[in-house]
């Protein structure tokens, strides 16, 4: 989801740098009550999660030698940063997690809030919080097993510290998982001049090309975070018919999984596999829904 910023001045590193950007809030304000037109502005976001859930449920699963049928991410919590509406936090909580949505604007949250009440399992298991990422460092230091930022990085004004945060608010041997941008002439053409200006199937003005993370950036910034990197697989988008799938090309989008070094010997729901074990899954995940 797309991730937008506040400035805060009582938090870590909020003094000198922020993450924030505060273009980003007004670029998207206006579509804080669309979230869930399946049609609308964010269907490509909505066809998403036929790929990106997947992903998320079958590494965790791959990770772990327990779960529960039906429920197969029970008791395993999660923070969705720049939750949006809600459009990833949803499927996440019917998979059984404990959800932690946050977003800085407060028309997504309280759209994502009254969308989530609908369904009184969800009400139970998804939380929203108007907040950005550094405000919820100080009372949530490793509180959290998993952390998704879906089609945030692009958005974030200064990345190291976003990192950092997440890295802060992780448990260790938690797992962090990234969709994004790559930053080649490809992505500005189709992502861009196609996508925004020509099929309107993003809103216009939705990315700044500069601002696109290509992967082996992102990978270094997140292995100088107690980081190691397990999976980059490219992502593909298909406008004719809506649909993503997986690529071996990372030239335009692609998903993450790190993980953040952990205790020796500590027992987590997302304990690391080896590199090798991760690699040979990302293959198939998220083939089956």
């Not at 959800?99 to 969800?122: M, W, Y």
Request: net charge negative.
């Amino acid at each position: 989801q797309l991730l937008l910023f506040r400035l805060t001045v009582k938090r870590p590193f909020s003094t000198s740098r922020s993450s924030v950007d505060p273009n980003e809030i007004k670029k998207f304000q206006f579509l804080a009550q669309k979230w869930w037109d399946e049609e609308g502005e964010y269907s490509a976001l909505h066809s998403m999660n036929d790929i990106r859930v997947p992903f998320i449920r079958d590494t965790l699963l791959n990770m772990s030698s327990n779960y529960h049928l039906g429920s197969p991410l029970s008791g395993v919590k999660i923070l969705d940063v720049g939750c949006g509406g809600g459009l990833l936090s949803e499927p996440l909580g019917r998979l059984g997690a404990s959800v932690t949505g946050i977003d800085p604007l407060e028309d997504n949250i309280r759209t994502a809030d009254q969308h989530k009440s609908f369904d009184p399992v969800l009400a139970q298991r998804i939380q929203y919080k108007c907040s950005s990422l550094e405000e919820i460092v100080e009372e949530s230091m490793e509180t959290f097993d998993v952390i998704v930022a879906s089609e945030v990085v692009e958005h974030v004004a200064d990345l190291e510290m976003f990192i950092k945060c997440c890295s802060q608010v992780l448990k260790p041997a938690g797992s962090l998982f990234i969709t994004t941008i790559n930053r080649t002439q490809l992505s500005y053409v189709l992502g861009i001049v196609v996508a925004e200006k020509i099929l309107g199937t993003v809103p216009e003005g939705t990315h700044e090309w500069e601002k696109f993370v290509p992967p082996e950036d992102l990978e270094r910034l997140l292995e100088s975070n107690d980081f190691s990197v397990k999976t980059v697989n490219g992502m593909l988008y298909n406008p004719l018919w809506g649909s993503w799938s997986w690529t071996e090309s990372t030239s335009i989008n692609y998903a993450m999984h790190a993980v953040k070094s952990g205790v020796q010997g500590q027992s987590s729901p997302t304990d690391a596999p080896s590199e090798t074990e991760s690699r040979q899954h990302s293959a198939t995940a998220g083939t089956a829904m």
